[in-house]
Protein backbone atom coordinates (compact mmCIF):
# COMPACT_ATOMS: atom_id res chain seq x y z
CA UNK A 1 0.00 0.00 0.00
CA UNK A 2 2.33 2.37 0.54
CA UNK A 3 4.81 1.35 -2.12
CA UNK A 4 1.32 2.73 -3.99
CA UNK A 5 1.51 5.76 -2.14
CA UNK A 6 5.64 6.32 -3.02
CA UNK A 7 4.76 5.66 -6.84
CA UNK A 8 2.18 8.11 -6.91
CA UNK A 9 5.25 10.58 -6.87
CA UNK A 10 5.60 12.42 -9.83
CA UNK A 11 9.60 11.46 -11.25
CA UNK A 12 10.07 15.41 -11.69
CA UNK A 13 8.59 15.95 -8.06
CA UNK A 14 10.75 13.14 -6.75
CA UNK A 15 14.01 14.39 -8.37
CA UNK A 16 13.62 17.68 -6.79
CA UNK A 17 13.46 16.15 -3.30
CA UNK A 18 15.85 14.06 -3.61
CA UNK A 19 18.04 16.60 -4.75
CA UNK A 20 17.09 18.94 -2.13
CA UNK A 21 17.51 16.32 0.84
CA UNK A 22 20.98 15.22 -0.49
CA UNK A 23 22.02 19.20 -0.51
CA UNK A 24 21.23 20.36 -4.14
CA UNK A 25 20.29 23.84 -4.85
CA UNK A 26 16.64 24.01 -6.32
CA UNK A 27 16.47 26.44 -9.24
CA UNK A 28 13.37 28.57 -9.77
CA UNK A 29 11.48 26.16 -12.05
CA UNK A 30 11.93 23.90 -9.26
CA UNK A 31 10.26 25.98 -6.92
CA UNK A 32 7.72 26.75 -9.39
CA UNK A 33 7.18 23.12 -9.61
CA UNK A 34 6.74 22.36 -5.91
CA UNK A 35 4.70 25.33 -5.15
CA UNK A 36 2.05 23.46 -7.26
CA UNK A 37 2.19 20.10 -5.76
CA UNK A 38 -1.21 18.27 -5.46
CA UNK A 39 -2.22 14.68 -3.71
CA UNK A 40 0.87 12.61 -3.10
CA UNK A 41 3.24 15.13 -4.39
CA UNK A 42 1.99 17.75 -1.83
CA UNK A 43 2.44 14.60 0.98
CA UNK A 44 6.28 13.65 -0.38
CA UNK A 45 7.01 17.96 -0.08
CA UNK A 46 5.94 18.26 3.76
CA UNK A 47 7.65 15.09 4.94
CA UNK A 48 10.55 15.88 2.91
CA UNK A 49 10.71 19.40 4.58
CA UNK A 50 10.05 18.23 7.97
CA UNK A 51 12.76 15.83 7.29
CA UNK A 52 15.39 18.75 6.05
CA UNK A 53 14.19 20.88 9.32
CA UNK A 54 14.80 18.07 11.70
CA UNK A 55 18.35 17.83 9.86
CA UNK A 56 18.87 21.69 10.03
CA UNK A 57 17.80 22.61 13.07
CA UNK A 58 16.83 19.38 15.14
CA UNK A 59 13.44 19.52 17.27
CA UNK A 60 13.54 22.74 19.03
CA UNK A 61 11.12 24.84 18.37
CA UNK A 62 11.93 28.31 19.18
CA UNK A 63 10.08 31.77 20.02
CA UNK A 64 10.99 35.15 21.31
CA UNK A 65 9.43 37.29 24.26
CA UNK A 66 8.41 40.42 22.35
CA UNK A 67 5.76 43.48 22.14
CA UNK A 68 5.10 45.04 18.99
CA UNK A 69 4.77 48.71 19.22
CA UNK A 70 2.99 50.47 16.22
CA UNK A 71 3.85 54.29 16.69
CA UNK A 72 1.03 55.81 14.33
CA UNK A 73 -1.25 54.49 11.78
CA UNK A 74 -1.34 57.55 9.60
CA UNK A 75 0.28 56.64 6.53
CA UNK A 76 -0.50 57.88 3.07
CA UNK A 77 1.23 55.21 0.77
CA UNK A 78 -2.16 54.00 0.06
CA UNK A 79 -1.15 50.07 -0.09
CA UNK A 80 -4.14 47.78 -1.82
CA UNK A 81 -4.05 45.70 1.26
CA UNK A 82 -3.59 47.38 4.05
CA UNK A 83 -6.90 47.92 6.82
CA UNK A 84 -4.61 49.45 9.12
CA UNK A 85 -3.74 52.84 7.55
CA UNK A 86 -5.52 56.21 8.53
CA UNK A 87 -6.04 59.95 7.33
CA UNK A 88 -4.08 62.11 9.98
CA UNK A 89 -7.46 64.14 10.44
CA UNK A 90 -9.38 61.10 11.25
CA UNK A 91 -10.07 61.94 15.07
CA UNK A 92 -11.61 58.80 15.90
CA UNK A 93 -9.23 56.03 14.67
CA UNK A 94 -5.68 57.87 13.73
CA UNK A 95 -3.06 57.64 16.56
CA UNK A 96 0.53 58.98 16.85
CA UNK A 97 2.10 57.27 19.80
CA UNK A 98 4.07 59.78 22.23
CA UNK A 99 7.67 59.19 23.84
CA UNK A 100 5.78 58.29 27.24
CA UNK A 101 3.10 56.24 25.82
CA UNK A 102 6.09 54.20 23.93
CA UNK A 103 7.72 53.93 27.12
CA UNK A 104 4.84 52.73 29.02
CA UNK A 105 4.44 49.83 26.38
CA UNK A 106 8.24 49.02 26.63
CA UNK A 107 8.05 48.65 30.70
CA UNK A 108 4.82 46.91 30.17
CA UNK A 109 6.39 44.51 28.16
CA UNK A 110 9.98 44.14 30.39
CA UNK A 111 7.55 43.38 33.16
CA UNK A 112 6.17 40.48 31.06
CA UNK A 113 9.43 39.36 29.99
CA UNK A 114 10.23 40.62 26.78
CA UNK A 115 13.61 40.75 25.44
CA UNK A 116 12.95 42.94 22.25
CA UNK A 117 10.10 45.64 21.23
CA UNK A 118 9.16 45.81 17.74
CA UNK A 119 8.93 49.09 16.25
CA UNK A 120 7.16 50.10 13.46
CA UNK A 121 4.86 52.59 11.87
CA UNK A 122 2.25 54.23 9.62
CA UNK A 123 4.83 56.85 6.85
CA UNK A 124 3.35 59.89 8.37
CA UNK A 125 3.62 63.38 6.13
CA UNK A 126 4.85 65.07 8.82
CA UNK A 127 7.41 63.45 9.96
CA UNK A 128 11.19 63.06 9.17
CA UNK A 129 14.06 61.64 10.21
CA UNK A 130 14.77 62.68 13.70
CA UNK A 131 11.25 60.55 14.30
CA UNK A 132 13.03 57.56 14.28
CA UNK A 133 16.24 58.60 15.83
CA UNK A 134 14.11 60.10 18.82
CA UNK A 135 12.18 57.27 19.45
CA UNK A 136 15.34 54.89 19.86
CA UNK A 137 17.17 57.25 21.79
CA UNK A 138 13.63 57.06 24.19
CA UNK A 139 13.87 54.01 24.73
CA UNK A 140 17.43 53.56 25.19
CA UNK A 141 18.22 56.12 27.74
CA UNK A 142 15.59 54.30 29.56
CA UNK A 143 16.04 50.23 29.26
CA UNK A 144 19.18 50.04 27.48
CA UNK A 145 19.31 46.64 27.22
CA UNK A 146 16.16 45.92 25.53
CA UNK A 147 16.63 45.05 21.86
CA UNK A 148 15.25 47.47 19.46
CA UNK A 149 13.68 45.64 16.21
CA UNK A 150 12.81 48.31 14.08
CA UNK A 151 11.58 50.56 10.79
CA UNK A 152 10.85 48.55 7.60
CA UNK A 153 12.56 49.38 4.86
CA UNK A 154 9.66 51.78 3.24
CA UNK A 155 10.29 53.59 6.64
CA UNK A 156 13.63 53.51 6.12
CA UNK A 157 13.20 54.70 2.57
CA UNK A 158 11.07 57.84 3.75
CA UNK A 159 12.93 58.90 6.58
CA UNK A 160 16.99 58.40 4.44
CA UNK A 161 15.33 60.54 1.75
CA UNK A 162 14.47 63.40 4.56
CA UNK A 163 17.99 62.60 5.78
CA UNK A 164 20.45 64.10 3.44
CA UNK A 165 22.34 61.70 4.64
CA UNK A 166 24.22 59.07 2.48
CA UNK A 167 21.90 55.61 3.07
CA UNK A 168 24.96 53.65 4.86
CA UNK A 169 25.57 56.58 7.31
CA UNK A 170 21.63 57.37 7.88
CA UNK A 171 21.70 53.30 8.64
CA UNK A 172 24.79 54.03 11.21
CA UNK A 173 23.16 57.13 12.85
CA UNK A 174 20.35 54.40 14.44
CA UNK A 175 22.37 51.87 15.03
CA UNK A 176 24.33 54.48 16.85
CA UNK A 177 21.20 55.46 19.05
CA UNK A 178 20.05 52.03 19.51
CA UNK A 179 18.49 50.28 16.25
CA UNK A 180 19.30 46.26 17.06
CA UNK A 181 17.95 44.56 13.85
CA UNK A 182 15.82 45.79 10.85
CA UNK A 183 12.57 43.84 10.41
CA UNK A 184 12.40 42.58 6.61
CA UNK A 185 8.63 43.87 5.87
CA UNK A 186 7.32 46.04 2.99
CA UNK A 187 8.98 42.93 0.98
CA UNK A 188 5.56 41.74 -0.06
CA UNK A 189 6.49 40.16 -3.79
CA UNK A 190 9.67 41.48 -5.08
CA UNK A 191 8.93 41.69 -8.27
CA UNK A 192 7.51 44.79 -9.61
CA UNK A 193 4.57 43.77 -12.04
CA UNK A 194 2.96 42.57 -8.81
CA UNK A 195 3.90 45.85 -6.40
CA UNK A 196 2.42 48.22 -8.83
CA UNK A 197 -0.41 46.76 -8.52
CA UNK A 198 -0.63 45.87 -5.14
CA UNK A 199 1.35 49.21 -3.74
CA UNK A 200 2.14 51.81 -6.79
CA UNK A 201 3.41 54.09 -4.26
CA UNK A 202 5.83 51.75 -2.33
CA UNK A 203 9.46 51.15 -2.71
CA UNK A 204 10.20 49.21 -5.68
CA UNK A 205 12.58 45.70 -5.63
CA UNK A 206 15.68 47.65 -6.54
CA UNK A 207 15.14 50.22 -3.78
CA UNK A 208 14.02 46.74 -1.19
CA UNK A 209 17.10 45.27 -2.54
CA UNK A 210 19.73 48.12 -1.69
CA UNK A 211 18.07 49.03 1.52
CA UNK A 212 18.56 45.60 2.99
CA UNK A 213 21.84 44.81 1.75
CA UNK A 214 23.19 48.78 2.87
CA UNK A 215 21.88 47.21 6.53
CA UNK A 216 23.34 44.15 6.38
CA UNK A 217 26.52 46.06 5.20
CA UNK A 218 26.94 47.85 8.34
CA UNK A 219 26.65 44.51 10.34
CA UNK A 220 22.66 45.46 11.02
CA UNK A 221 20.89 42.17 10.22
CA UNK A 222 16.92 41.55 9.47
CA UNK A 223 14.45 39.09 8.56
CA UNK A 224 13.34 38.38 5.40
CA UNK A 225 9.47 38.37 4.20
CA UNK A 226 6.73 37.41 1.38
CA UNK A 227 3.60 38.31 1.74
CA UNK A 228 1.73 35.70 -0.49
CA UNK A 229 -2.09 34.31 -1.58
CA UNK A 230 -3.74 37.58 -3.03
CA UNK A 231 -2.53 38.00 -6.86
CA UNK A 232 0.85 36.28 -6.77
CA UNK A 233 1.78 33.56 -9.16
CA UNK A 234 4.09 30.62 -8.49
CA UNK A 235 6.66 32.15 -10.68
CA UNK A 236 6.28 35.68 -8.46
CA UNK A 237 7.17 33.36 -5.06
CA UNK A 238 9.86 31.58 -6.87
CA UNK A 239 11.79 34.49 -7.96
CA UNK A 240 11.44 36.39 -4.49
CA UNK A 241 12.49 32.93 -3.07
CA UNK A 242 15.68 33.83 -5.19
CA UNK A 243 16.47 37.20 -4.59
CA UNK A 244 16.52 36.44 -1.15
CA UNK A 245 18.60 33.36 -1.26
CA UNK A 246 21.09 35.60 -3.63
CA UNK A 247 21.43 38.54 -1.08
CA UNK A 248 21.53 35.71 1.82
CA UNK A 249 25.26 34.40 0.03
CA UNK A 250 26.08 37.62 -0.33
CA UNK A 251 25.74 39.22 2.94
CA UNK A 252 24.58 36.54 5.51
CA UNK A 253 22.64 39.10 7.03
CA UNK A 254 18.88 37.73 7.38
CA UNK A 255 18.01 35.81 10.32
CA UNK A 256 14.60 34.09 9.33
CA UNK A 257 12.09 33.59 6.63
CA UNK A 258 8.82 34.85 7.62
CA UNK A 259 6.09 33.88 5.10
CA UNK A 260 2.99 35.86 5.77
CA UNK A 261 -0.46 34.72 4.63
CA UNK A 262 -2.59 37.97 3.01
CA UNK A 263 -5.49 38.75 5.49
CA UNK A 264 -8.06 39.35 3.07
CA UNK A 265 -11.73 40.90 4.92
CA UNK A 266 -11.10 44.48 5.34
CA UNK A 267 -9.51 45.69 2.24
CA UNK A 268 -9.57 47.28 -1.20
CA UNK A 269 -7.37 44.48 -2.86
CA UNK A 270 -9.57 42.04 -2.35
CA UNK A 271 -13.01 43.56 -1.74
CA UNK A 272 -12.81 46.28 -4.73
CA UNK A 273 -10.13 44.62 -7.14
CA UNK A 274 -10.76 41.33 -7.18
CA UNK A 275 -7.70 39.06 -5.45
CA UNK A 276 -7.84 35.90 -4.16
CA UNK A 277 -8.78 35.51 -0.38
CA UNK A 278 -6.06 35.03 1.08
CA UNK A 279 -4.41 31.39 0.68
CA UNK A 280 -5.59 27.99 1.16
CA UNK A 281 -4.42 25.41 4.11
CA UNK A 282 -2.31 23.89 1.00
CA UNK A 283 -0.78 26.86 -0.19
CA UNK A 284 -0.09 27.98 3.56
CA UNK A 285 1.91 24.55 4.32
CA UNK A 286 3.41 24.52 0.31
CA UNK A 287 5.14 27.98 0.97
CA UNK A 288 6.65 26.99 4.21
CA UNK A 289 7.71 23.67 3.00
CA UNK A 290 8.85 25.29 -0.09
CA UNK A 291 10.82 27.65 1.44
CA UNK A 292 12.49 25.56 3.80
CA UNK A 293 14.35 23.35 0.77
CA UNK A 294 14.92 26.22 -1.78
CA UNK A 295 16.48 28.26 1.34
CA UNK A 296 18.29 25.78 2.71
CA UNK A 297 21.54 25.93 4.07
CA UNK A 298 21.60 29.63 3.50
CA UNK A 299 18.31 30.96 5.53
CA UNK A 300 18.28 28.12 8.92
CA UNK A 301 15.15 29.28 10.25
CA UNK A 302 11.72 29.20 8.94
CA UNK A 303 9.06 31.38 11.38
CA UNK A 304 5.24 30.66 11.39
CA UNK A 305 3.37 34.00 11.71
CA UNK A 306 0.64 32.30 14.59
CA UNK A 307 -1.18 35.73 13.95
CA UNK A 308 -1.61 35.16 10.01
CA UNK A 309 -2.27 31.06 10.92
CA UNK A 310 -3.73 30.92 14.05
CA UNK A 311 -2.24 28.14 16.37
CA UNK A 312 -3.26 25.17 14.65
CA UNK A 313 -2.23 26.01 11.19
CA UNK A 314 0.51 26.80 12.92
CA UNK A 315 1.44 23.26 15.00
CA UNK A 316 0.77 22.05 11.04
CA UNK A 317 3.65 24.30 9.85
CA UNK A 318 5.95 22.98 12.31
CA UNK A 319 5.35 19.93 10.81
CA UNK A 320 6.20 21.02 7.45
CA UNK A 321 9.49 22.88 7.20
CA UNK A 322 8.93 25.62 10.15
CA UNK A 323 11.55 25.25 13.18
CA UNK A 324 10.25 29.08 14.70
CA UNK A 325 6.88 30.29 16.04
CA UNK A 326 8.00 33.67 16.11
CA UNK A 327 7.27 36.30 18.95
CA UNK A 328 4.67 36.68 21.65
CA UNK A 329 3.49 40.01 20.78
CA UNK A 330 1.39 40.74 23.12
CA UNK A 331 -0.51 43.70 21.22
CA UNK A 332 -1.25 43.26 17.10
CA UNK A 333 -3.01 45.50 14.97
CA UNK A 334 -1.87 45.44 11.30
CA UNK A 335 -3.18 41.74 11.01
CA UNK A 336 -6.13 42.62 12.75
CA UNK A 337 -7.00 45.77 11.02
CA UNK A 338 -7.51 43.83 8.23
CA UNK A 339 -9.70 41.04 9.82
CA UNK A 340 -7.75 38.57 11.23
CA UNK A 341 -9.48 36.82 14.35
CA UNK A 342 -6.41 34.76 15.76
CA UNK A 343 -5.32 37.42 18.26
CA UNK A 344 -3.20 39.45 19.51
CA UNK A 345 -0.84 38.19 22.44
CA UNK A 346 0.96 34.42 22.27
CA UNK A 347 1.87 34.17 26.09
CA UNK A 348 5.16 32.21 26.47
CA UNK A 349 3.51 29.58 28.26
CA UNK A 350 0.97 28.72 25.55
CA UNK A 351 4.20 28.38 23.41
CA UNK A 352 5.38 25.99 24.96
CA UNK A 353 2.11 23.99 25.56
CA UNK A 354 1.72 24.10 21.32
CA UNK A 355 5.26 23.05 20.91
CA UNK A 356 5.13 20.04 23.76
CA UNK A 357 2.08 19.06 22.18
CA UNK A 358 3.76 18.00 18.51
CA UNK A 359 6.45 16.55 20.56
CA UNK A 360 9.62 19.50 20.08
CA UNK A 361 11.14 21.22 23.05
CA UNK A 362 10.37 24.67 23.51
CA UNK A 363 13.23 27.42 23.42
CA UNK A 364 13.00 31.03 24.31
CA UNK A 365 15.36 32.76 21.89
CA UNK A 366 16.59 36.19 21.63
CA UNK A 367 16.22 38.36 18.22
CA UNK A 368 18.97 37.36 16.90
CA UNK A 369 18.36 33.34 17.88
CA UNK A 370 20.92 33.00 20.81
CA UNK A 371 19.35 31.04 23.16
CA UNK A 372 17.50 32.33 26.35
CA UNK A 373 16.52 29.15 27.96
CA UNK A 374 15.12 25.43 26.53
CA UNK A 375 12.55 23.99 28.67
CA UNK A 376 13.33 20.71 28.62
CA UNK A 377 11.31 19.78 31.78
CA UNK A 378 7.70 21.25 32.01
CA UNK A 379 8.01 20.71 36.19
CA UNK A 380 11.02 23.80 35.59
CA UNK A 381 8.96 25.67 33.39
CA UNK A 382 8.86 29.65 35.66
CA UNK A 383 5.95 31.08 36.70
CA UNK A 384 3.46 33.28 34.18
CA UNK A 385 4.46 37.19 34.04
CA UNK A 386 0.97 37.56 32.37
CA UNK A 387 -0.89 40.51 34.05
CA UNK A 388 -4.02 38.83 35.87
CA UNK A 389 -6.49 36.65 33.99
CA UNK A 390 -9.94 37.43 33.58
CA UNK A 391 -12.21 34.78 35.56
CA UNK A 392 -13.18 32.11 33.56
CA UNK A 393 -16.48 32.03 32.76
CA UNK A 394 -17.84 28.43 32.84
CA UNK A 395 -21.12 27.59 30.79
CA UNK A 396 -23.24 24.41 30.95
CA UNK A 397 -24.89 22.40 33.60
CA UNK A 398 -25.60 24.27 37.20
CA UNK A 399 -23.56 21.69 39.05
CA UNK A 400 -20.86 23.00 37.06
CA UNK A 401 -21.14 26.21 37.04
CA UNK A 402 -18.28 27.26 39.40
CA UNK A 403 -15.30 28.81 39.88
CA UNK A 404 -12.71 26.69 37.34
CA UNK A 405 -10.02 26.55 40.51
CA UNK A 406 -12.38 25.16 42.77
CA UNK A 407 -13.83 22.83 39.83
CA UNK A 408 -10.75 21.19 39.10
CA UNK A 409 -8.49 20.10 42.20
CA UNK A 410 -11.52 18.15 42.58
CA UNK A 411 -11.93 16.43 39.08
CA UNK A 412 -8.61 15.56 37.82
CA UNK A 413 -5.27 16.03 39.18
CA UNK A 414 -3.38 19.14 37.74
CA UNK A 415 -1.29 18.39 34.58
CA UNK A 416 -3.66 15.26 33.83
CA UNK A 417 -3.66 11.67 34.66
CA UNK A 418 -0.63 10.07 34.38
S1 LIG B 1 1.08 48.65 4.51
FE1 LIG B 1 2.36 50.14 5.60
S2 LIG B 1 3.04 51.55 4.00
FE2 LIG B 1 1.29 50.46 3.14
S3 LIG B 1 -0.51 51.77 3.63
FE3 LIG B 1 -0.32 50.26 5.29
S4 LIG B 1 0.88 51.30 6.86
FE4 LIG B 1 1.19 52.43 4.93
Same mark, same amino acid.
Not at 184 to 202: M, Q
Not at 213 to 221: D, E, S, V
Not at 273 to 278: E, F, L, N, Q, T
Given at each position: ?21 ? =? ?35 ? /? ?28 ? /? ?16 ? /? ?40 ? &? ?13 ? $? ?10 ? &? ?7 ? &? ?73 ? =? ?15 ? =? ?36 ? $? ?55 ? &? ?41 ? =???
Amino acid at each position: MLDQLSAAITPEVRACLEGALE =GKELTKEDAERLLGATGMDFHALIASADLARKRDCGD /DVSYVVCRNINFTNVCYVGCSFCGFARHKD /DKDEAFDRSHEEILLKCK /DAIERGATEVCIQGGIHPNKDHHTYHDILTAIKAVYPDLHIH &AYSPEETDFAHKRSG $MELPEYLKWLVD &AGLGTMPGT &AAEILDDEIRDILSPNKLKTDRWVEIIKAAHGIGLRSTSTLMYGHIEKPRHIAGHLDILREIQKETGGFTEFVPL =GFIHERNLLYNLMGSRP =GPTVEEDLRIIAVSRLFLRPHIKNIQVSWVKMGHKLGQ $MALCSGANDFGGTLMEESISRESGSEHGENTPPEEFRRLIRELGRVPVERTTLYKTV &ARFEDPELDPPSLEPEQKEVDISGPGRWRKKLEAVQPAVMPVG =GLQ
